[in-house]
């Protein structure tokens, strides 16, 4: 059974940091690229980032490159995104994905607010 389990959210302050794992179970982590997604209320769901498989390489959204990074623990099974120099409009439910893009097979989330 696939389980991903996000943590790490919470509020912070503009300008400030926070770092999300996810904890995944059921399926052979190390082979499988991990994407991270945010979705906002009113707004679409946006692509955050990806790391892929061997290597790790990554790519981001322009609104993250440069102040996001996802990095993976494989002998943890776990995917992590740290995040700085936060905007408010960062603000959203972050979820963790496995894949390349959104599935079925993805966290409950966890809520990234970024306010004064």
């Known amino acids: 059974q696939v389980q991903l389990a996000e943590s790490g959210g919470g509020l912070v302050q503009p300008g400030g940091s926070l770092r999300l794992s996810c904890a995944a179970s059921?399926?052979?982590?190390?082979?499988?690229?991990m994407t991270w997604y945010r979705q906002a209320p009113g707004n679409e769901r946006e692509f955050v980032a990806r790391?892929?498989?061997?290597?790790?390489?990554?790519n981001y959204a322009d609104s993250v490159k440069g102040r996001f990074a996802i990095s993976r623990d494989n002998a943890k099974n776990t995917v992590y995104l740290q995040m700085n120099s936060l905007k408010p409009e960062d603000t959203a439910v972050y979820y963790c994905?496995?894949?390349?893009?959104?599935?079925?097979?993805r966290g409950q989330g966890t809520q990234v607010t970024v306010s004064s």
């Open positions: 994905n496995w894949g390349w893009s959104w599935s079925v097979y």
């Open positions: 059921g399926f052979l982590f190390s082979s499988s690229v």
């Open positions: 790391i892929g498989t061997g290597s790790g390489s990554t």
